[in-house]
């Protein structure tokens, strides 16, 4: 039943009791009236008439009191049952609310749920509810604080929240302890207060730079407040919130790093120091050894030529004074001389394999191959001899020293097949990852591949000049060319099972077409 | 032919090679007469006819000039920049007669006018057939201007 509801029940008994106590007024009135007109005539009866008179009075007045006494009791029910209770306890419970008292239980009986200690009961609910509630959203925004606070905090560097008018709002530890300012100092610092010179110069655009396009980053020096100074690397984003643009960034502690691109400068101020003398003296090494082939290729040869010369003049003039063991002896001194001679030939190449700058052009190497074949092949006279020239990728090198290298690859091929019935000598190639690849191989003696790597070095032989003539410089000198040209060269054989030689060229431009096969 | 009386002037400081050169040449049946000096001042003085060369008549210039790179004082190349630097002197045929095969020498000494360059060969046979050659053909078949 709700409030209005009972106002009007409560109303409605109110006007049937009203109505009920003047119809009995009306009643007894009404009756007295018409016993006054009967008796009037009759003396006799007039003392009756009296005292029924005190009689009907009496009982009109008891009727009134009645229906008085009957409206009070609805009055008190009704309002008992809009309070809910008695008017000292909702008092009570009014009072109590009203001081702030929201805590003791309020307990209704059934059917009290719409009254007023109801309404109250409700009231205090609500109001526990919001309260709780209001307690719960503090509690978060507290630990939403503690927890960015403590994020902050964690941060390795320092941390800072700024406005457009340059004030502190938020910062951590860190930049306290790293500024040397207090709490309330920095909130009375501007971002710029930490730099000096031209720092602040470029932070104050930096800035400016993170409002306009919303990030930027700055190297620079942050001033504490004792002077001292520390490199930071600091990061700033513009933020919005509630229509305002805020500045928040991180700035870390690079000294390290600054210390290390030190110490890295020095070392490299240091090492080309060192690689300059390094150089300094291996170009002095390289002018001792120039200074050396030029007086191999005069002084060493002066007395070869004298040596032979003279044995000549003796053998063409006084060939008569001399016997055969004598002519035979002179022989062998000249025999010598030409060896000698090919040494100093081969030293004055090899020093010209590593000292002349390379031209660079395309090399058509399958051409250049079977050209330097073809013109060792006739030294070598009637042999059953096979080149197996496949197609070979075109070079960028220099041609005048990679022509040494076929020249010396295939004399070798040559001459270590010379005992064969028929020598088979192979040339392929390739392009891998960009280098090209070419392989000599032959049918020939092969060599033990326990000394291979001695192959390449200078006056390195595996067989005897009986068995194979040579300086064993060839081989010294393709490594040479080829390292020049940023090259490879390797060795594979066995003994009586041939040799295979491997190089390699980088390229320097991409080539599409291969060279020509022949 | 012509120029029968005219002179060589071998410049080289190695006795022996010396020796090779001119007997190479006698052999070879050359009759000019071969002066042979052992350094560059020495061919100079030999050229101008100065020093102990004061009693040579100046205006007999040699046939051809065989010079060697390597000398002591003046070095050849040296002793060529004079001679073609000298108005008279500068016509006067010189061949490079060395042991040297290096590019760079050839290179400079064709840069200062020289007219031939010959490197010596070791071997016996070789270097008589490149004497031979030389004295036949600047004493016999070459004709050098009037000097």
């Known amino acids: 039943m709700t409030p209005q509801q009972k106002l009007m029940r409560f109303s409605r008994s109110l006007l049937i009791s009203g109505a009920l106590v003047v119809l009995m007024g009306l009643t007894f009135f009404l009756y007295v009236r018409s016993e006054l007109k009967v008796d009037r005539a009759n003396e006799i009866r007039q003392i009756s008439y009296v005292m029924t008179d005190e009689l009907r009075y009496m009982l009109i007045a008891l009727a009134l009191a009645l229906g008085l006494m009957f409206m009070l009791w609805r009055i008190y029910a009704i309002s008992k049952d809009i309070l809910g209770g008695s008017l000292d306890e909702v008092y009570a419970q009014i009072s109590r609310m009203g001081s702030g008292d929201f805590s003791s239980v309020i307990e209704l009986k059934p059917g009290q749920k719409s009254s007023v200690l109801g309404w109250l009961s409700a009231t205090q609910a609500k109001l526990n509810e919001s309260e709780r509630e209001r307690l719960q959203a503090e509690e978060n925004v507290r630990s939403e604080r503690l927890l960015s606070d403590s994020l902050i905090n964690s941060l390795p560097g320092i941390f800072y929240l700024f406005d457009e008018s340059l004030r502190f709002l938020r910062w951590n530890e860190n930049f306290e302890r790293v500024s040397g300012y207090s709490h309330d100092q920095v909130a009375a610092l501007s971002p710029l207060d930490l730099f000096d010179g031209e720092d602040r110069v470029l932070l104050q655009q930096r800035i400016a730079a993170v409002f306009a396009d919303g990030q930027s980053d700055v190297e620079a020096h942050l001033v504490s407040r004792t002077g001292e100074r520390t490199p930071y690397c600091f990061t700033g984003l513009r933020i919005e919130f509630h229509g305002k643009r805020f500045l928040i960034g991180v700035g870390l502690d690079i000294s390290k790093r600054v210390e290390v691109e030190r110490q890295i400068r020095e070392l490299n101020a240091g090492l080309e120091q060192r690689i300059g003398q390094r150089t300094a003296q291996l170009e002095s090494a390289v002018k001792d050894l120039e200074g050396f082939s030029y007086s191999v290729s005069h002084d060493l040869r002066a007395p070869l030529r004298a040596i032979d010369n003279f044995s000549g003049i003796l053998l063409e003039e006084h060939a008569a004074q001399l016997d055969a063991e004598g002519q035979r002896l002179l022989d062998v001194v000249r025999r010598n001389v030409t060896k000698m001679e090919r040494l100093i030939d081969d030293i004055l190449m090899f020093s010209r394999a590593g000292k002349q700058d390379l031209k660079y052009s395309r090399v058509d190497m399958a051409a250049l191959a079977r050209e330097v074949f073809d013109e060792i092949r006739a030294a070598e006279g009637a042999r059953a001899i096979e080149l197996r020239l496949a197609t070979l990728p075109a070079a960028d090198a220099d041609r005048t020293a990679i022509r040494q290298v076929w020249a010396n690859l295939l004399a070798n091929a040559l001459k270590f097949t010379r005992r064969r019935e028929r020598a088979v000598i192979e040339v392929t190639g390739g392009i891998e990852n960009g280098v090209c690849a070419y392989t000599v191989r032959d049918n020939g003696a092969g060599f033990d591949p326990q000394y291979g790597y001695r192959l390449f070095g200078v006056f390195q032989r595996l067989h005897s000049t009986e068995e194979f003539e040579g300086t064993g410089i060839g081989l010294a000198i393709v490594k040479r060319v080829l390292d020049k040209h940023g090259g490879q060269v390797w060795a594979e054989g066995e003994p009586g099972m041939g040799a295979v030689f491997h190089f390699t060229l980088p390229q320097r431009e991409p080539q599409t077409q291969k060279g020509d096969s022949s | ?147």
């Open chain 2, 1 to 147: 032919m012509s120029n029968e009386k005219g002179d060589i002037l071998l410049v080289e400081d190695s006795d022996d090679e010396a020796e090779i050169v001119i007997r190479t040449l006698k052999s070879k049946g050359v009759a000019n007469e071969v002066h042979w000096v052992k350094d560059g001042a020495d061919a100079l003085d030999f050229i101008y006819a100065k020093g102990k060369y004061q009693g040579r008549d100046p205006r007999r210039l040699p046939q051809v000039v065989l010079l060697d790179l390597q000398l002591p004082k003046l070095d050849g190349l040296e002793v060529l920049r004079k001679i073609r630097g000298d108005a008279r002197l500068k016509l006067l045929p010189v061949v490079m007669l060395t042991s040297s095969t290096q590019q760079e020498d050839i290179v400079r000494s064709y840069e200062l006018g020289v007219n031939s360059y010959v490197a010596k060969p070791v071997k016996f046979e070789e270097f008589s057939k490149v004497v031979e050659h030389l004295g036949m053909y600047w004493l016999l078949i070459n004709r050098r201007p009037e000097l």
